[in-house]
């Protein structure tokens, strides 16, 4: 990745995520939502969507946050708020407020487990209901005496500077930002190039290759096949302590726990795996041509920040991992709570 995670200059201390266990991404289908959702997948093991459809004028928004909820297999709620069209704040595009409103919807589906409600809120978006001390101050106000766990509202994208930082950190994860939708003038299907949203996808692809050192095609390439260069790569040879842990696995006869992953052929000549994509087809029509769709045991964790492992068993035999591994100890210990908690 040529240095990429470092380049981002990631700070976590912008997150404020405080329940770790369960996610609610608000999916506008935009680029940001779909960059934050594949950050709650990554972080979460229970994550589900809420998406939003106020009569906004760019309706292609939610067709996309449907694609990306199918894509991934992640619920999705779909709240119908029927908004006067003549508001200005639709005729302009505007967001002042929408982040109070979206946690308010959100939150009418928290129980007493909590839950962090996920935003794909940028450090350079300008409105004052966006802010950091408000939106803690907004968290505080749901929680509940009889609560178990904490409400918390995470914005991972202001952990890095700015949108195209944003995008790059996309790209790091995986997540399809090239195939959301954000234009506000659509003209037969497609986006008009011309609003301020298609010239701020625009602006994300300038300079991106002088300030990370990649350029945009080789972006692009990942995009087509839904990948990523942190994705676990499948190989012939094992070392030794992965290879006693697989076959161990295997034939304690555990592939009962497996489920559809994604494998493709990657840019860099690499096959490797996908374990977020659960339906390619969604975007890809012509998916079948760039990998399939496989059977597989997947355990996967963080060395340090935004350093992510993964160990995926797939039910053919073959095996993919990340360059970085944990101690044998960490995967071990994972597989087995894979076993105990059934899956």
Known sequence: MNGLFEKLQYCPEEIHARNGLRAIVLLSGGMDSTVAMWWALLHYKNVDAVTVDYNQPHRMEVEYASKLADLTGTPLRTIHLDLPEDFWGLQNFLTRGQAGLMTGIAALDISHEGADIVHGILRTDAFG??????????????????????????????????????????????????????????????????????????????????????????????????????????????????????????QAGCMDYASPVWRYNAPDGTVRAASLIKEPAVLLNDSESRGGMHKAVTVSGWLGIGQYWEFVIFDDGKTAFTDEMPERTVVEEKLLSLIRNGG
């Open 129 to 250: 209901d966006v802010n950091r001390d408000h939106l803690d101050r907004l968290a505080d106000i749901l929680s509940h005496p009889e609560d178990i766990h904490p409400i918390g509202l995470a914005t991972p994208l202001r952990a890095v500077a700015d949108k195209q930082a944003a995008a790059a950190l996309g790209f790091y994860y995986g997540a399809p930002f090239l195939s959301s939708w954000s234009c506000r003038h659509p003209a037969d299907g497609k986006p008009c190039g011309e609003c301020a949203q298609c010239q701020a996808r625009k602006e994300v692809a300038d300079g991106f290759e002088e300030r990370f050192g990649i350029s945009w095609d080789e972006v692009t390439r990942w995009q087509d096949v839904l990948g990523s260069p942190i994705h676990p790569v499948v190989r012939d040879e094992l070392p030794e302590e992965l290879y006693v842990l697989k076959e161990a696995f295997l």
